[in-house]
């Protein structure tokens, strides 16, 4: 079974700064998914940016990075020139992919919630 | 294009009612999944699917059963409520990730709120 620990339960940063969220994750499986899913007020669930575990590279969606440290089992997401619209919960989520190409159910961490103040 | 589509968005119940919450994609999406979402908990899985007739148990199944009859729907039944499944219910659909250009992650539908007095 995998877990997943995100340690910060709150940040708050001012507007167009920078933020980095912590998450480390436990698993013995090698080939797998990492998701960053952000949650605003709506409730609604909103894939933020993924990584498949078989690249180096660290993905990046515009104002979103990632530094992906395999060996670490560590999955930071980095937030640049924050906007007021980034306040939300922040959750992790590993998935573990299968060689076949299927996909089961995602694991989530608990969530840290960011506050950007104007 | 409706995606991930949830109903109803709130319910009240009784305990020991009997309830199926509605989980339909329009994107035929192979794999769906229903999650529970309970304050300071995170997400957590309750059962998925990875295509018609087929569904397996995830971290919190008891007490929820599922079936999986067409591709496009996958709901969630409560056979009996009890106060302990008072959350915030969330189903999800995902194409296979052999597929595209890479794999997308899962969709989300917009939850139901279900209280249990």
């Known amino acids: 079974a995998q877990t997943v620990t995100q340690s910060q339960p709150e940040m708050s940063v001012q507007e167009a700064e920078t933020v980095t969220l912590s998450c480390t994750y436990d698993?013995?499986?090698?080939?797998?998914?990492l998701f960053w899913y952000k949650q605003p007020p709506s409730r609604q669930m909103i894939l933020v940016i993924r990584q498949e575990a078989y690249k180096q590279q660290n993905a990046t969606e515009n104002r979103f990075s990632v530094n992906f440290q395999k060996a670490a089992k560590s999955f930071s997401l980095k937030i640049s020139d924050s906007q007021l619209g980034d306040t939300a919960m922040y959750f992790c989520?590993?998935?573990?992919?299968?060689?076949?190409?299927?996909?089961?159910?995602?694991?989530f961490g608990k969530g840290t919630h960011l506050i950007i103040q104007p | 294009n409706a995606g991930v589509t949830q109903t109803p968005k709130f319910q009240v119940l009784k305990t020991g009612q009997s309830m199926t919450l509605q989980c339909a994609q329009d994107m035929n999406h192979e794999y769906m999944s229903w999650y529970r979402q309970d304050p300071g908990m995170g997400l957590r899985l309750i059962h998925y699917s990875v295509g018609a007739g087929i569904t397996d148990q995830g971290e919190v199944p008891n007490g929820y059963n599922v079936s999986r009859s067409t591709t496009e729907d996958f709901p969630l039944r409560l056979l009996s409520a009890a106060p302990s499944q008072t959350s915030v219910y969330f189903c999800?659909?995902?194409?296979?990730?052999?597929?595209?250009?890479?794999?997308?992650?899962?969709?989300f539908g917009s939850g139901t709120r279900l209280t249990v007095v």
């Open positions: 989520a590993f998935m573990k992919r299968y060689s076949g190409g299927g996909a089961d159910g995602l694991t």
């Open positions: 999800a659909s995902s194409s296979n990730s052999r597929q595209g250009a890479g794999y997308y992650g899962y969709t």
């Open positions: 698993t013995s499986e090698n080939n797998y998914y």
